[in-house]
């Protein structure tokens, strides 16, 4: 009898404490561009779309935010079904295939072998809250010579996008727009480093 009591002021306290909050956790993702039938190019490289590595505030799944420069913080109840670097991944594969300049778009694996190889690390992939509330992507990217093996192009996209309402539905669409935007962006600088190169006589192909 004394143990039950001692059991029931346990589980009070934790209730109390919110250790055993009974809320569901919800989960989201990011949908990646439409995979566009397109004609690949021939005459195009082949990329690899490697791994894009995150920060560890990123890594166990919850949606993350920033109020001015210094306090982070996450949601709980409100995560992402995916590792936010392999949703980054997958929506510059489906925009780089899109673009119908390369002879193959492929994720790494076992498999794969491109002429170059895309690699990359989110710095940014949250909610910031200050006088408006917006989302902020913040990718490097690098392009790997595989004859080389050398780092022949690299750059940082940075973007922000409006937040329409203080939800936590509406922060993931803002975040979807904005990948989209920043995948587009990337490909774009992707696309026009290739061309310069094929001009020069410097590709890999």
């Not at 791994?51 to 210094?70: A, F, H, K, T």
């Not at 929506?91 to 295939?97: C, H, P």
């Not at 895309?118 to 949250?126: E, K, N």
């Not at 935007?181 to 990337?186: C, G, I, L, N, S």
């Amino acid at each position: 009898m004394r143990a039950a009591s001692i059991y029931t002021i346990a589980l009070l306290g934790l209730l109390e404490a919110g250790c055993l909050d009974s809320r569901p956790v919800h989960y989201y993702t990011i949908e990646p561009p439409p995979a566009l039938v397109t004609r690949s190019s021939p005459a195009g490289p082949a990329l690899t779309v490697g791994d894009i590595s995150v920060p560890s505030e990123l890594q166990d799944g919850r949606i993350c935010y920033r109020i001015g420069p210094n306090q982070v913080g996450s949601y709980q109840f409100n995560r992402w079904i995916e590792d936010p670097g392999k949703m980054v991944s997958e929506s510059l594969v489906r925009t780089l295939s899109a673009s119908g300049k390369y002879r193959s778009v492929m994720e790494a694996s076992s498999s794969a072998a491109g002429d170059y190889v895309l690699r990359g690390r989110l710095y940014d992939f949250d909610e910031v809250d200050g006088e408006t509330i917006q989302t902020s992507i913040s990718l490097r990217v690098d392009l790997v010579d595989m004859k080389s093996r050398q780092v022949v192009w690299g750059d940082l996209v940075q973007r922000e996008e409006p937040v329409r309402s203080k939800t936590i539905q509406e922060v993931v669409a803002s975040l979807d727009r904005n990948l989209q935007a920043v995948a587009k962006e990337t490909a774009d600088r992707i696309g026009q480093y290739l061309a310069a190169q094929r001009t020069t006589g410097g590709t890999n192909e």
